[in-house]
């Protein structure tokens, strides 16, 4: 959790406000109406049925300030809500007392036992995917979503503009899209000042 806390911070040192884009991830996770401009998009085969949550897919160019993004929703979740890190040391209870085992179906049963709303955030799952060749319909999450999803959890992936990742997720999961445009003007301005202030560099 330490080395977690440390990413945030650093990727959040430079945060340029993303108003819309933030207030829209406030409303996806604790269940408010959102704009009818977030189609809701479900193809033919969505692995996911029923009246769970929906994904919600961040896309956008290497560089938008995705991870930014969701490093500074991480923070704001973390003051506004009881935030619980699910881990294998933690002590999870089944309603008989034992202790949950540590396999393959950890996750799945954890999410059933934690009351509450529950937010998993996956940030460069298609990071390292040079060839663009990986399956992730087998990887977590997408082939395990008809095990995950519950009504009082959310997914929010973010993943790069039609690379595989983005693909799969449009091609197969029920799922909203938050496309990051790049910066304007004004607010690479702003980033680049506030990174040469830390350096006592000041643009005249």
Same mark, same amino acid.
């Given at each position: 959790r330490?080395? &977690?806390?440390? =990413?945030l911070?650093n990727?959040?040192? +430079?945060y340029?406000?993303?108003?819309?884009? *933030?207030? +829209?991830?406030?409303k996806y996770?604790?269940?408010?109406?959102?704009? *009818?401009?977030?189609? $809701?998009?479900q193809?033919? #085969?969505?692995m996911?049925?029923?009246?769970?949550?929906?994904?919600?897919?961040?896309?956008g160019?290497a560089?938008?300030?995705?991870?930014?993004l969701?490093?500074?929703f991480?923070l #704001?979740?973390?003051v506004?809500?009881v935030?619980? #890190?699910?881990?294998?040391?933690n002590?999870?209870l089944?309603?008989?007392?034992?202790? $949950?085992a540590?396999?393959?179906?950890? $996750?799945?049963?954890?999410?059933?036992?934690?009351?509450?709303?529950?937010v998993?955030?996956?940030?460069g799952?298609?990071?390292?995917d040079i060839?663009? &060749?990986?399956?992730y319909q087998q990887?977590?999450?997408?082939n395990?979503l &008809?095990?995950?999803i519950?009504?009082?959890l959310?997914?929010?992936?973010?993943?790069?503009?039609d690379k595989?990742l983005?693909?799969?997720?449009k091609n197969?999961t029920?799922?909203y899209?938050?496309e990051? $445009?790049p910066?304007t003007?004004?607010?690479?301005?702003?980033y680049?000042? &506030? =990174?040469?202030k830390?350096y006592n560099k000041?643009r005249?």
């Open positions: 330490e080395q &977690n806390t440390t =990413f911070i990727k959040t040192q +430079f340029v406000e993303r108003t819309v884009e *933030s207030s +829209f991830l406030q996770v604790t269940g408010m109406d959102l704009d *009818s401009s977030y189609e $809701l998009k193809p033919e #085969y969505a996911n049925d029923g009246d769970s949550q929906p994904i919600l897919a961040i896309s160019k560089g938008d300030g995705k991870t930014m969701l490093s500074k991480i #704001y979740l973390e506004t809500a935030m619980v #890190y699910i881990s294998y040391d002590n999870l089944t309603s008989t007392g034992e202790r $949950l540590h396999d393959d179906n950890f $996750l799945t049963n954890a999410l059933k036992i934690i009351p509450g709303t529950i998993i955030i996956i940030d799952l298609d990071k390292g060839h663009q &060749n990986r399956n990887e977590f999450p997408l395990s &008809n095990k995950l519950f009504q009082n959310s997914i929010i992936i973010s993943c790069e503009n595989l983005h693909k799969t997720i197969t029920k799922h899209e938050l990051l $445009l910066f003007i004004e607010q690479r301005k702003f680049v000042n &506030n =990174f040469f830390c000041v005249k």
